[in-house]
């Protein structure tokens, strides 16, 4: 399947990275023909570029940042307050009314702190008061996109199938039924008994697709896509209290049985002191822990390390103009390269999430063998 995609879009993906490699280094050199007015902070343009934010960078012209502002809702005392983020970035902060008290409530984001990057209310006596924030930060938008998309491409598959009917499936009927049959025959059924298997496949294969298509479209540096989404350890943990909760909410007794008084344990590992039901019963939550874990380390070290190389032509181009555009071509080449392994990791991790999944739906609905 990776072999497929590389062959059909690897030509357009390598043309890309030139492109945007190729407009990233030229302001640099710019600068670097006259000392430059503020130093480059690689550190804190790849944090910002990999954490969530208030608005959507674009990017920036003659030192104006376009961005696109997204809502602020939040609620205090049980009263709604929504604005435009774009206040953050004129007066740094927003004044409204409590209606409650006729007192004035003054939003802002600290740059430090315990709330660094949060809306928080300012009181009076410069103490901070977290509010309960529901905003479109960027992460949020790009999902609503991402699921869109997903939604979509569905779609124009399930109609390719009412159109054509019992032909042969082509284009991207072709491509989804391969990785839809992929993951039903090779994780699914591998991983649960085939009375229990079609009861846990269509979250499988959710949430295989919407792994593998985040996964993707993040590496696309280009509005609207990019966000890192899958490198959030909010979606992550969600994905995985959903296996969590699939797994232990729907697993029969011998699933529990088997917690309980773990078979092939000597007894003194059971009795007086339950040292294996201990286990297991940590097993339980660790599971999801980890599978959070990894997906969101994985995805977001990969964008950082691209990031790194990218952020390499600014620093040496503040040094040299002509160390820049040497540094330019390294970078490219590193960028190309991560990129390629990037696919690689896309598909892998929605792979590894989802069989993980699958193993652990098979221990929760595993029958009795007499």
Request: aromatic content about 14%; charged content about 15%; hydrophobic content about 50%.
């Amino acid at each position: 399947m990776t072999e497929y995609f590389l062959m059909k879009f690897g030509k357009y993906i390598l043309s890309l990275s030139f492109l945007m490699c190729l407009l990233i280094s030229l302001p640099s050199f710019a600068k670097a023909e006259s000392e430059p007015k503020e130093e480059f902070k690689a550190g804190e343009v790849i944090i910002e570029h990999v954490l969530d934010s208030y608005d959507w960078h674009l990017f920036s012209w003659k030192g104006h940042h376009v961005s696109i502002y997204l809502p602020i809702i939040v609620f205090n005392e049980g009263r709604c307050y929504t604005f435009s983020s774009k206040v953050f970035h004129h007066d740094g902060k927003y004044v409204t009314v409590n209606k409650t008290n006729s007192e004035e409530l003054v939003f802002v984001i600290p740059h430090d702190g315990k709330y660094k990057g949060k809306v928080v209310i300012l009181n009076a006596d410069g103490s901070q008061k977290r509010p309960f924030d529901i905003s479109i930060t960027k992460n949020v938008m790009a999902l609503f996109i991402s699921c869109a998309v997903i939604i979509v491409l569905f779609l124009l598959v399930a109609k390719a199938y009412r159109k054509r009917g019992e032909k042969a499936p082509k284009g991207l009927q072709s491509l989804f039924e391969m990785l839809i049959v992929y993951v039903r025959d090779d994780i699914a059924r591998k991983a649960i008994n085939e009375k229990s298997v079609d009861k846990y496949l269509p979250y499988l294969i959710t949430v295989f697709f919407f792994i593998f298509i985040n996964n993707l479209v993040g590496l696309i540096p280009i509005f609207p896509f990019g966000a890192n989404i899958t490198g959030n350890i909010t979606v992550t943990a969600v994905l995985a209290i959903f296996t969590f909760l699939i797994t232990n909410l729907l697993g029969n007794k011998e699933y529990y049985k088997d917690i309980v008084n773990t078979p092939g344990v000597p007894w003194f590992l059971k009795f007086p002191l339950p040292l294996m039901p201990i286990i297991e019963t940590v097993g339980c939550f660790t599971k999801p822990f980890v599978l959070a874990i990894r997906l969101f380390a994985n995805i977001t070290a990969g964008h950082i390390v691209v990031l790194g190389f990218i952020s390499s032509v600014f620093i040496v181009a503040q040094i040299s103009a002509a160390g820049g555009v040497g540094m330019s071509i390294f970078s490219l080449i590193l960028v190309i390269f991560v990129d390629c392994i990037e696919l690689l990791v896309a598909y892998v991790q929605a792979y590894v999430f989802t069989l993980l999944s699958a193993l652990y739906f098979g221990m929760a609905s595993k029958e009795h063998h007499h």
